[in-house]
């Protein structure tokens, strides 16, 4: 893992050619392996967004250690932060293993309920009737002398036969402990506390247990009360923690959720764990229960759990940023200006539901105000986003004409294609097509479904209107896309810089007060209006280039850091997550409601291809803000020998990044937004500024 990933936000950089390295040692070794990711969430948390506080905390901690200029102090804490956001991880490990023809699963709930052959996980596992849980694989590797272009260099080759994995046994476990029954030693691992259930708060009472306390601890109190939770919940029944918890109620429900959680057969079939015992109120215990269709597509990956859980359990809990969250700009569009977007990508999927769902009432809760969250109930989301959408069902053999009449290498479902192909009138009419005037199942190849995906997300982000016309913001992102390569990474940035334009996001005003990493340097002799000119100049470019990918070795990033521009960053990623879930909302409404041929294994190629599924950080931000700030120490920051000294100077301190094309790369992509901001005309404030930026931007190349 890259050890400041959570000070860069995105998908770590090295971590993919790692992961490649042991899915090769593992087939190296003879082994199979078979992911399992878990689904819906099913856990009881007291505190839903204490993770995410508790990681944004360290990572400020981390950023103050690191402008005192202690680097490696600062890194070692950035490693105890870990990352919130591990629903991006799960896609990107996901990624790789499809890439890898590596097999993974998606589960209904949790995934230590799917039983497969050997398993590696916590110890938990035992609590689902394993009975020896791999807890740590030892891959062993040796040096050896490798001869590269006549060159000798040491390297290392993995040593199957010398490799071991470890397991714990629960019969070992059950005769150390005292030849305690399978029923005690399961409350005792919960009582000790887990994922699924909070720790017995007694537990916790140093008067009681010194500082820590142990397993054998655990088994004494539950044997001190006659081997009953509910009696032991009862002889402590004046600790507040644990009536505030309703802890007996909790344990409760996790007993339940445990012997009967809900899987995915290998069949394909969605049941109950032991179901001829299961109580009838079971999703009372493990969640709310989808129907098995939007099941299989959440096991085959694609589509991701976040709206689904939202639907499911009623409730939209909104998590810490990496940065922590604190300002005003960034909570007002997690609140307020992303709200319609969460509520579009609900009514979709509840309107393609039966009656209960498109009745439900959602409550959105935010770290910030623990007290006061939002309700809104999906029967008053009027009028419903799928009606609207309706008239996209556009075959084949209409798209592939399009697509020679283009002349152009755009691929049929890219953004570059939707909004390209609406930019004439005439087959913009041909794509009114309802569904009364095709037969059910009419759209059967990847890309009839993929087009289609995307015309119905650009139309309900307002880029098309209902006669399938271009709007006057989808001729601004025509611009842009007009003027990037046709790369999705390139696609996915052109359209965020457009929606941050739509927020009024897209600016050089102050964001973050109080944040580190912001442009420092001004130059020239009237210094102090120089100053804030040179800042806000570099401010505003380096934003635009945090919607970009930096070109990068497969390895840990070597470079400086700011936690501005990580907060910057922020309000990319999120704005981006919920346009990725009306990207599959949309997609996995016309699954549900009969459109597209469903004899398919094409699930996570669908997933891939479509817009907005990687994620990168705001690594290339930095790099245009070091090399911008720097350039302002000089006196004369726009010649030529300054640029090229400063192009050397910056490379350096950037170890493994390829400074020239990433450079490259930021500037083009300044070059497509200015376009755009150009054609959005008075839509954008500040056009002036702008001009101003590229002007002084020009002359630092």
Known sequence: MDPVSSALGGWPLGLESNIVKELKNFQQAGIKPHFVFNGLDSEIRDDPFGPSLAWAKTNAQAFEIYEKELPGDAIEMFKRSGSPNSVALVEFLKKILYEQNVTFTVAPYSALAQFVDAVYGPPELFLYGIDRPITRFELTYELFDSREKGMSKKATRFLPEASVFRWIDKQTCLDELGRISPDLFDDVLLLAGSRLLRRFPPLENQAIFG?????????????????????????????????????????????TSVKHHIIITKDGDIEAMDKDRAPSDVHDCVGQRLPEELNMYLSRGMVRSRVLNWLASGKVLVAAPNDGGDSVIYQNLVRTQLEPLRKQALSLLANSLNRYYQRKEITTRYWFDHSTGTKFNIKDLLPSPKDSIAAWNVNDNTIFEQQQALKANVIPGSLSFAIRSLGDSEFAARTITPRSTRP??????????????????????????????????????????????????????????????????????????????????????????????????????????????????????????????????????????????????????????????????????????????????????????????????????TSEVTREEMKIRTEGWFEYCDFATSQKDAFDLWNAVYQGVKMAGKEVKAQNDWDEVDHWLSQRR
């Not at 599959?584 to 294994?601: A, C, I, K, N, P």
Request: net charge negative; proline share 3%; with cysteine.
């Open 440 to 637: 059910p199942n009419t759209l059967k190849t990847i890309h009839e479904i993929k087009a289609n995906a995307v015309w119905r997300f650009l139309q309900l982000r307002g880029y098309i209107d209902r006669q399938h016309q271009l709007t006057s913001w989808g001729k601004v992102l025509e611009t842009v896309l007009s003027a990037v390569d046709h790369e999705q990474d390139q696609e996915k940035a052109a359209i965020l810089a457009v929606e941050l334009m739509r927020l009024d996001l897209l600016t050089a005003d102050t964001m973050f007060t109080g944040y580190s990493g912001a442009p420092m340097r001004g130059t020239g002799v009237a210094r102090l209006q120089n100053d804030y000119l040179d800042k806000r100049n570099c401010m505003l470019v380096s934003r635009v280039a945090c919607l970009g990918k930096i070109r990068h070795q497969s390895r840990g990033y070597s470079g400086p850091l700011s936690r501005h521009m990580l907060a910057y960053y922020s309000i990319v990623s999120v704005l981006q997550a919920h346009l990725r879930d009306l990207v599959e909302m949309s997609l996995v409404t016309m699954f549900l409601e009969g459109l597209v041929d469903r004899e398919r294994e094409d699930w996570m190629e669908i997933s891939l291809e479509l817009p907005l599924y990687t994620e990168h950080s705001c690594a290339l931000g930095v790099v245009m803000m070091t090399y911008l700030d720097e350039l302002c120490t000089r006196e004369d920051p």
């Open 211 to 255: 500082k820590t306390f142990s397993i054998p601890d655990t088994v004494n109190l539950i044997m001190s009360s006659g081997r009953s939770v509910a009696q032991l919940c009862n002889q402590y029944s004046g600790d507040p923690l644990l009536k505030e918890l309703d802890y007996l109620d909790n344990y409760k429900r996790v007993v």
